[in-house]
């Protein structure tokens, strides 16, 4: 009977509680999907190890080792084992050598209601007793009307409990996403005041306390049909270059170098680009190979099919700056602009986000 009622009320809240977290297998964050499976079977595990091999932990316990005087080599069994205990009765007694009556049946929430057994006899605590001797009763408590049976104090806690729970969903779907970062504290609370002056009381921190920005330019799409999103560092992608793209134009050479202007300049309205306040980036920290390879040649770039012999030759002298050029079977295919963002590493989603959409103003 215990066995049967447990097996079905685990598995409603297990069920119910593994299919809420599979339901994260849809997220398209790796980690998070990963962990709602691994979640799930370990509840979906637990649920069968309950109906399986906990009983039958609990049977060798009870039957072999509860009221042994020693378990293993020098351990003393709990003393609280050792103790003959009081269980409660699910059988009539009969006077037939102390073996149950031939009536024996289990309890029902009829029988359950009027039968008491005296809880002084067992061992309970206080909170057992509670529900012994009150609670259990209170349940099962049944009156007769109209010529019908209900349990009045059983139906007045499920309508309430109904209410409260209509209630709650009600103003569960009127939740919506938070929009701002959540606050501890206000923004004039001493707390606050003294972690500002502590960590952002100065006018700049570490060059190496900020994002790092890169702009790639002469890349189409990246193809990611053999990537897979459980091996995330293997199969990345592949690279679509844009056969378009041309520096040994004097108008792509123009745009390329306005570029590295416009960027310098860029204004930023957030108030986490405080590293050059009001700035996108700072402006020293712009790499524009373009800018030392026009110095390199009197200000006058080379153009045509002399271009990139040119570049390649000054590359040999600079090889520092390969990094931000790339050439593909012997062909420029694209180059790259490396810069130091005015926002610190480390700050929330909702802050990057909002820089980030500022960029992208910016590049549009």
Same mark, same amino acid.
């Given at each position: ?66 009221? *042994? ?9 709990? %003393?609280?084992? +050792?103790?003959?205990?009081?269980? !409660?009765? #699910? ?46 009763f209170m349940i099962t408590y049944e009156i007769s009307r109209f010529g019908c049976r209900f349990k009045p104090i059983a139906l007045i806690l499920v309508f309430s409990l109904g209410l409260i729970g209509c209630f709650l969903a009600s103003r569960a779907v009127l939740l919506t996403p938070p929009t ?14 003294? *972690? ?9 921190? %570490?060059?190496? +306390?900020?994002?790092?920005?890169? !702009?790639? #330019? ?83 770039l080379p153009t045509g099919t002399s271009f990139e012999p040119s570049l390649k030759s000054w590359l040999a002298a600079q090889p520092k700056m390969g990094r931000y050029i790339g050439f593909v079977g012997g062909k420029l ?10 926002? #610190? ?20």
């Amino acid at each position: 009977f215990t066995y049967r009622r447990t097996s079905q009320a685990v598995f409603n809240t297990s069920f119910t509680t593994a299919i809420a977290f599979f339901g994260t297998a849809v997220s398209p964050v790796m980690p998070v999907a990963a962990f709602g499976i691994f979640a799930a079977l370990c509840i979906l595990m637990c649920y069968f190890l309950m109906c399986s091999w906990w009983p039958a932990a609990i049977l060798v316990w009870e039957i072999y080792l509860c009221r *042994a005087k020693c378990i293993g080599c020098c351990c003393p069994a709990i %003393p609280a084992c +050792a103790v003959h205990r009081s269980v !409660l009765p #699910l059988f009539e007694p009969s006077s037939d050598a102390g073996h149950p009556a031939e009536d024996k049946q289990m309890p029902n929430s009829k029988n359950m209601a009027v039968a008491h057994v005296d809880s002084s006899s067992m061992k309970l605590g206080r909170v057992e007793r509670l529900f012994h001797d009150y609670y259990a009763f209170m349940i099962t408590y049944e009156i007769s009307r109209f010529g019908c049976r209900f349990k009045p104090i059983a139906l007045i806690l499920v309508f309430s409990l109904g209410l409260i729970g209509c209630f709650l969903a009600s103003r569960a779907v009127l939740l919506t996403p938070p929009t701002e970062q959540e606050q501890w504290f206000p923004s004039d609370h001493m707390v606050t005041g003294w *972690a500002d002056k502590m960590s952002r009381d100065f006018l700049v921190g %570490p060059e190496d +306390a900020y994002v790092i920005g890169k !702009l790639w #330019l002469g890349l189409s799409e990246l193809k990611r049909t053999q990537y897979d999103n459980w091996k995330p560092s293997t199969n990345r992608g592949k690279v679509i270059f844009d056969e378009n793209f041309d520096l040994s134009q004097t108008a792509a050479q123009d745009a390329l170098l306005q570029l590295c202007a416009d960027l310098r300049a860029a204004k930023c309205s957030s108030s986490s680009c405080n590293r050059v306040p009001g700035m996108l980036i700072d402006p020293v920290t712009l790499k524009c190979f373009l800018e030392p390879f026009k110095a390199a040649y009197n200000g006058t770039l080379p153009t045509g099919t002399s271009f990139e012999p040119s570049l390649k030759s000054w590359l040999a002298a600079q090889p520092k700056m390969g990094r931000y050029i790339g050439f593909v079977g012997g062909k420029l295919r694209f180059v790259s602009l490396e810069f130091g963002m005015t926002i #610190l590493l480390r700050r929330p989603p909702a802050v990057i986000r909002e820089v980030y959409n500022i960029f992208e103003r910016f590049l549009d």
